[in-house]
């Protein structure tokens, strides 16, 4: 099980809303949702960790919305869990590794 944050909810947003944003990502356990915040609990950790990475500052009724890996409180113990968030991609690459190419910077003062 994995637990997601998400942020900036439009002020009318349903649980229905956020099944439909996260439909495609795996099954959802709960929808805890709060005064323009909420939490998102997934079956499956490959899910969590895909739905962080795609749908981060995705629109959401003209909100840009922010889904990161929820932090743990203060004090508890983690066991295989995240930390305190995390890039979102299992590999640790976000973007992947650096590709060379023509382009050049000039820099003058």
Request: glycine fraction near 14%.
């Amino acid at each position: 099980m994995s637990r997601v944050y998400i942020g900036r909810l439009p002020t009318r947003c349903s649980e229905r809303d956020i099944e439909r944003f996260f439909k495609g990502y795996g099954r959802l356990r709960d929808i805890v949702l709060k005064n323009g915040y909420g939490f998102v609990e997934f079956d499956n950790d490959k899910d969590a960790d895909d739905a962080v990475y795609d749908l981060h500052g995705r629109d959401m009724r003209g909100e840009r919305i922010i889904v990161e890996h929820a932090r743990l409180p203060p004090g508890s113990r983690g066991g295989s869990r995240r930390s305190y968030g995390g890039s979102g991609r299992r590999d640790g690459l976000r973007f992947g590794p650096p590709t060379r190419t023509e382009y050049r910077v000039i820099v003058e003062n």
